[in-house]
C-alpha cells in the first residue's frame, strides 16, 4: 500500500492550491479516506474526511474553503484549498482507514499514511 501526496508549494494570502493523493495497493472505492494538517509548533490536526459511504466531513477552520473529493476510478483523492490564510501553513498528509465499509475519520482509524506535502501561505 502507498499513499503519495502531491501539489503542495508557497502561495499568497487568499490564493489557491489542489493537493493529490495517490493511492495504490487498495481499492479507493471502499474506504474511509482524509487530509490531516500538522503546522509549526501544532499539533496534528484532521482537515477533511470523505467516507466510503459518500459523505464529507470538515473541520470548523476550512469550512466553506476546502472542498475534499475523490476520483475512484484513478484512485485519488484530492484537497481543493481556496481563500487559503497563513494559519493554513503544515505539512498535509493524506491517511487511509482500512477497515472495509468503515466511515471512522479519527486519526487512530488512519492506519496507513503518506509522508506529506508542504503548503506555505505567505506573502
Known amino acids: 500500500l502507498q499513499l503519495v501526496e502531491s501539489g503542495g508549494g508557497l502561495v499568497q494570502p487568499g490564493g489557491s492550491l489542489r493537493l493529490s493523493c495517490a493511492v495504490s495497493?487498495?481499492?479507493?472505492?471502499?474506504?474511509?479516506i482524509g487530509w490531516f494538517r500538522q503546522g509549526p509548533g501544532k499539533e496534528r490536526e484532521g482537515v477533511a474526511c470523505s467516507t466510503s459511504g459518500g459523505d464529507t466531513v470538515y473541520v470548523d477552520s476550512v469550512k466553506g474553503r476546502f472542498t475534499i473529493s475523490r476520483d475512484n476510478a484513478k484512485n485519488t483523492v484530492y484537497l481543493q484549498m481556496n481563500s487559503l490564510k497563513p494559519d493554513d501553513t503544515a505539512v498535509y498528509y493524506c491517511a487511509l482507514n482500512p477497515k472495509l465499509y468503515s466511515d471512522d475519520c479519527s486519526s487512530d482509524d488512519m492506519i496507513h499514511w503518506g509522508k506529506g506535502t508542504l503548503v506555505t501561505v505567505s506573502s
Open positions: 495497493g487498495f481499492t479507493l472505492h471502499y474506504y474511509t
